[in-house]
Protein backbone atom coordinates (compact mmCIF):
# COMPACT_ATOMS: atom_id res chain seq x y z
CA UNK A 1 0.00 0.00 0.00
CA UNK A 2 1.12 3.56 -0.41
CA UNK A 3 2.50 5.53 2.51
CA UNK A 4 3.17 8.94 3.24
CA UNK A 5 5.78 10.32 5.64
CA UNK A 6 5.84 13.82 6.70
CA UNK A 7 9.27 15.38 7.79
CA UNK A 8 10.90 19.04 8.39
CA UNK A 9 8.61 20.32 10.86
CA UNK A 10 9.69 21.84 13.82
CA UNK A 11 10.35 25.34 16.18
CA UNK A 12 10.62 28.20 14.52
CA UNK A 13 10.78 32.06 15.37
CA UNK A 14 8.11 34.48 13.77
CA UNK A 15 9.29 35.70 10.40
CA UNK A 16 11.24 32.75 9.52
CA UNK A 17 10.83 29.44 7.06
CA UNK A 18 10.82 25.64 7.22
CA UNK A 19 10.41 23.46 4.58
CA UNK A 20 8.36 19.94 5.06
CA UNK A 21 8.98 17.44 2.55
CA UNK A 22 6.24 14.36 2.48
CA UNK A 23 8.44 10.93 0.72
CA UNK A 24 6.05 8.63 -0.55
CA UNK A 25 6.29 4.98 -1.04
CA UNK A 26 5.40 3.06 -3.99
CA UNK A 27 5.93 4.14 -7.85
CA UNK A 28 2.60 5.64 -8.89
CA UNK A 29 3.31 8.78 -6.77
CA UNK A 30 3.36 10.95 -10.11
CA UNK A 31 -0.09 10.22 -11.18
CA UNK A 32 -1.31 11.64 -7.48
CA UNK A 33 -2.93 14.74 -7.01
CA UNK A 34 -1.36 16.10 -4.07
CA UNK A 35 -1.45 18.52 -0.62
CA UNK A 36 -0.98 20.21 2.80
CA UNK A 37 -3.61 20.37 5.65
CA UNK A 38 -3.00 21.16 8.68
CA UNK A 39 -4.68 21.07 12.59
CA UNK A 40 -3.81 24.02 14.50
CA UNK A 41 -4.33 23.40 18.69
CA UNK A 42 -7.93 22.89 19.44
CA UNK A 43 -8.91 24.01 16.21
CA UNK A 44 -10.52 21.74 12.99
CA UNK A 45 -7.87 20.27 10.29
CA UNK A 46 -8.01 22.67 7.45
CA UNK A 47 -6.72 22.43 3.88
CA UNK A 48 -3.44 24.49 3.26
CA UNK A 49 -2.11 24.18 -0.25
CA UNK A 50 -2.85 21.65 -3.30
CA UNK A 51 -1.06 20.48 -6.18
CA UNK A 52 -2.34 18.42 -9.07
CA UNK A 53 -0.76 15.68 -11.05
CA UNK A 54 -0.07 18.57 -13.98
CA UNK A 55 1.31 20.99 -11.39
CA UNK A 56 -1.80 23.23 -10.67
CA UNK A 57 -1.71 24.74 -7.55
CA UNK A 58 -3.91 26.47 -4.52
CA UNK A 59 -3.69 27.99 -1.34
CA UNK A 60 -5.60 28.61 1.47
CA UNK A 61 -5.66 32.98 1.70
CA UNK A 62 -4.59 32.47 4.99
CA UNK A 63 -0.92 30.85 3.12
CA UNK A 64 -1.13 32.69 -0.01
CA UNK A 65 1.90 34.55 -1.20
CA UNK A 66 4.28 33.10 1.64
CA UNK A 67 3.86 29.36 1.15
CA UNK A 68 4.52 27.24 -2.36
CA UNK A 69 3.61 23.47 -2.84
CA UNK A 70 5.87 21.67 -4.97
CA UNK A 71 6.50 18.07 -6.08
CA UNK A 72 9.51 16.19 -7.49
CA UNK A 73 8.07 13.24 -9.04
CA UNK A 74 11.57 11.67 -9.48
CA UNK A 75 12.08 11.54 -5.85
CA UNK A 76 8.32 10.67 -4.79
CA UNK A 77 8.45 13.77 -2.74
CA UNK A 78 6.39 16.81 -1.97
CA UNK A 79 7.31 20.10 -0.53
CA UNK A 80 5.99 22.89 1.69
CA UNK A 81 8.07 25.94 2.08
CA UNK A 82 7.15 28.56 4.45
CA UNK A 83 8.27 31.77 4.44
CA UNK A 84 7.19 34.31 6.92
CA UNK A 85 5.61 31.98 9.59
CA UNK A 86 3.27 33.62 11.94
CA UNK A 87 2.09 32.10 15.27
CA UNK A 88 -0.95 31.01 14.02
CA UNK A 89 0.78 29.06 11.77
CA UNK A 90 1.42 26.86 14.53
CA UNK A 91 0.06 23.47 14.09
CA UNK A 92 0.51 19.86 13.29
CA UNK A 93 0.57 19.46 9.12
CA UNK A 94 -0.54 16.51 7.16
CA UNK A 95 0.78 15.44 3.96
CA UNK A 96 -2.66 13.68 1.69
CA UNK A 97 -2.46 12.14 -1.45
CA UNK A 98 -4.97 11.16 -3.84
CA UNK A 99 -5.24 8.45 -6.67
CA UNK A 100 -8.77 8.35 -8.36
CA UNK A 101 -11.21 7.85 -5.59
CA UNK A 102 -8.57 6.65 -3.48
CA UNK A 103 -6.88 8.82 -0.55
CA UNK A 104 -4.04 8.73 1.96
CA UNK A 105 -2.67 10.54 4.72
CA UNK A 106 0.83 10.97 6.66
CA UNK A 107 1.07 11.03 10.21
CA UNK A 108 1.80 14.53 10.54
CA UNK A 109 4.84 16.66 11.86
CA UNK A 110 4.32 19.74 14.22
CA UNK A 111 5.12 22.77 13.20
CA UNK A 112 5.60 25.59 16.34
CA UNK A 113 5.60 29.10 15.57
CA UNK A 114 6.90 31.04 18.97
CA UNK A 115 8.87 33.69 20.50
Known amino acids: QVQLVESGGGLVQPGGSLRLSCAAS????????MGWYRQPPGKQRELVAT???????NYADSVKGRYTISRDNAKNTMYLQMNSLKPEDTAVYYC?????????WGQGTQVTVSS
Open 96 to 104: TGRLGSVGY
Open 26 to 33: GSIFDYFA
Open 51 to 57: ITNGGRT
